[in-house]
């Protein structure tokens, strides 16, 4: 079975600061794929990042960056600088094998970006 | 812009009612899924689609039913609502782990 856990229920922070989400998953595949989305309060879940399990390289997009760490079964995302907008709930989810299309979510993390 | 489109973003219905909800994608993706979000417990799925006519049970498919007569349309189906199914209910669409999934705006059901 797939599990994702993301311990942090509520993150608060006020703008500028940095932000770091984890995320910890479980699975026995060794070909899976690693997703962050995030809702906003209009409720639409927006596509972050994908990961596949072979490609450990750390990636940055703007004020967004993901450490993805095997050894620790971990995806954490770490949000730079933070702003208003960034105010949302925040999931990680995980896709097990070439033909499972299923995502397994974690329970989420609301971040509060305060001015 | 590809869209997955919920045909109601508010509905209230009374316990026993039978509850259609409705799932229309434009991109021409072959999986469709339902999920519910509730508070503390993220996204489970209830049923998803990989074609049309096939349906496969996910987490908590309980009290629930779907239908996919044709590929841009995923129904999902309370036989006779509950109050413990009110939820926000979540469309998706994808092609096979070609950047995730599209969601929906979600569909909030309150039965009360």
């Known amino acids: 079975a797939q599990k994702v856990t993301q311990a942090q229920t509520e993150i608060s922070v006020v703008e500028k600061e940095d932000v770091t989400l984890d995320c910890v998953y479980e699975?026995?595949?060794?070909?899976?794929?690693l997703f962050w989305y995030k809702q906003p309060p209009s409720g639409e879940l927006v596509f972050l990042i994908r990961r596949n399990s072979f490609d450990e390289q750390n990636e940055i997009s703007g004020r967004y960056s993901w450490n993805f760490q095997k050894s620790t079964s971990s995806f954490n995302f770490t949000i730079t600088a933070s702003q208003v907008v960034d105010s949302a709930v925040y999931f990680c989810?995980?896709?097990?094998?070439?033909?499972?299309?299923?995502?397994?979510f974690g329970a989420g993390t609301t971040v509060t970006v305060r001015a | 812009d590809v869209k997955v489109t919920q045909s109601s973003r508010y509905l209230v219905k009374r316990t026993g009612e039978k509850v259609f909800l409705e799932c229309v994608q434009d991109m021409d993706h072959e999986n469709m899924f339902w999920y519910r979000q509730d508070p503390g417990l993220g996204l489970r799925l209830i049923y998803f689609?990989?074609?049309?006519?096939?349906?496969e049970k996910g987490d908590i498919p309980e009290g629930y039913s779907v239908s996919r007569e044709k590929k841009e349309r995923f129904s999902l189906i309370l036989e006779s609502a509950s109050t413990n199914q009110t939820s926000m209910y979540l469309c998706?669409?994808?092609?096979?782990?070609?950047?995730?999934?599209?969601f929906g705006s979600g569909t909030r059901l309150t039965v009360v």
């Open positions: 689609s990989y074609d049309v006519k096939m349906k």
């Open positions: 699975t026995r595949d060794t070909t899976y794929y």
């Open positions: 989810a995980l896709s097990g094998g070439v033909n499972d299309y299923k995502l397994s």
């Open positions: 998706a669409s994808s092609f096979p782990l070609r950047d995730g999934y599209t």
